[in-house]
């Protein structure tokens, strides 16, 4: 897998692409496609139409780099245009109209058993647990958690990527927090948290 790129490295990159490197944007569908994938199956649980739906938002990025328009963040953008393109594909498929889609569709959460990290099996079963709890929640707060704790995402990046505003989204993890609180021990909820800030969600890819 590739490193994912530090922020102001993508950005020199996305500059660098809007000039007319393609080599850049080749650089920065590397770097993130982990990271789509991941996001991508979250929201659609069929890996080769979510293989297809990123393939489809880096030609059309080569096809418009004449248009492309400046971004703070590469990789918050990324995410937004995904779900967007994803969202979309759903509607035609469905014969609906996407904004109806978006309040519909499902987010799921789920953690690989054999990462690296995972030492002791008493961690593996309160991820396991975990899991179980943000499933349990509905899927807007599932999402910002996947985005605010994996994605490392800003509060105003995650307001774009859903679609929100700010205070919604503020509003909407404290929702988030207080359910997780009633059902988990705060001290194991923080704790694992920090550790998914750290190392990112092993989520798995299927």
Excluded at 65 to 70: C, E, N, T
Excluded at 150 to 169: C, K, P, T
Excluded at 177 to 199: E, M
């Amino acid at each position: 897998m590739s490193r994912r790129l530090p922020s102001e490295e993508a950005k020199r990159l996305w500059q660098e692409y809007r000039a007319g490197d393609m080599y850049a944007l080749a650089r920065i569908m590397q770097s993130y496609y982990s990271d789509l994938f991941h996001w991508g199956m979250r929201l659609h649980a069929d890996r080769e139409f979510v293989k297809d739906c990123i393939q489809e938002v880096f030609l059309n990025l080569w096809k418009q780099q004449s248009s492309a328009q400046a971004v703070e963040n590469v990789r918050a953008y990324l995410l937004m245009v995904l779900k967007s393109r994803i969202l979309r594909e759903l509607s035609r498929q469905h014969m609906t109209n996407q904004s109806e889609l978006s309040d519909d569709y499902t987010f799921s959460v789920e953690f690989a058993a054999d990462v690296q990290w995972i030492e002791e099996e008493n961690e593996v079963y309160q991820i396991r647990k975990l899991e179980r709890v943000i499933n349990h929640l509905p899927e807007r707060q599932k999402e910002l958690i996947y985005l605010r704790f994996y994605q490392n995402l800003s509060f105003e990046q995650i307001a774009d990527v859903m679609n929100l505003g700010r205070q919604s989204v503020y509003n909407l993890l404290q929702k988030s927090l207080i359910s997780l609180r009633k059902n988990w021990p705060v001290n194991n909820i923080v704790f694992l948290l920090i550790q998914f800030t750290v190392y990112g969600f092993p989520f798995t890819d299927a």
